[in-house]
Structures are given as structure tokens and as C-alpha cells.
Nanobody, 124 residues
Framework: VLLQASGGGLVQPGGSLGLSCAAS????????MGWFRQAPGKERETVAI????????YYADSVKGRFTISRDNTKSSVYLQMNSLKPEDTAVYYC??????????????????WGQGTLVTVSS
């Protein structure tokens, strides 16, 4: 299984950035996908989760209304559109996968497959 995240970079506060994660080596529609982030000196936190169908998405309170998770099952890809970015959004962002047949959880440590991470820096 390979998850390749991309799209990170430097953006000014208030700006937007889109992340992509391409999956291979798995049956994409059999997996719930998530975006997670880890800032320096902090624990990894869950940002957003999306089931195979794309419905019933989860968002952390800190990103609700600003971030949107989506997926394209025909391209085995999951996306995170980030708007109104704040300095506190600065982190390494990871995509991860958990089998849809496993019980639902937002706990990062229970996600089975991880991408390499992409750095998002929000700074003026």
C-alpha cells in the first residue's frame, strides 16, 4: 500500500491551499480515508475523515467551516481543501487509510496505512 501526499507549501494567513493524496496497492473504495496533522512539539491530531461513500464526514472543531475533505474513487485519491488558513494550521499533514469494515474511529493511531506527509506553513 502506498499513499502519496502532495500540495503542501508556504501560504499567507487567510490564504488557501489544496492537498492531494493518491493511493495505490489497495481497493480504495474499501477504505475510510483521513487527513491528520502534526505540529512541532505536539501530538498528531485528526483533521478530517471521509468514508468510502463520501458522506458523513468528520471535521475537527478547529477546522470546521474552513477545510473540506473529498475523495474521487475513480482516481483513488483523497483531497483536503484548506481555506482561511491560520498560523496555527502550520503542521505536517498526513493522509491515512483504515478499512471501511473496521469500526469507525477518528483516532489516528488506529489508521493502518500512512502517507509520507506534506508540510504546510502558514506565515506572513
Amino acid at each position: 500500500v502506498l499513499l502519496q501526499a502532495s500540495g503542501g507549501g508556504l501560504v499567507q494567513p487567510g490564504g488557501s491551499l489544496g492537498l492531494s493524496c493518491a493511493a495505490s496497492g489497495l481497493t480504495f473504495t474499501s477504505f475510510r480515508m483521513g487527513w491528520f496533522r502534526q505540529a512541532p512539539g505536539k501530538e498528531r491530531e485528526t483533521v478530517a475523515i471521509i468514508p468510502w461513500s463520501g458522506s458523513t464526514q468528520y471535521y475537527a472543531d478547529s477546522v470546521k467551516g474552513r477545510f473540506t475533505i473529498s475523495r474521487d474513487n475513480t482516481k483513488s485519491s483523497v483531497y483536503l481543501q484548506m481555506n482561511s488558513l491560520k498560523p496555527e494550521d502550520t503542521a505536517v499533514y498526513y493522509c491515512a487509510a483504515r478499512p471501511q469494515s473496521y469500526y469507525y474511529t477518528i483516532k489516528a493511531k488506529l489508521y493502518n496505512y500512512w502517507g509520507q506527509g506534506t508540510l504546510v506553513t502558514v506565515s506572513s
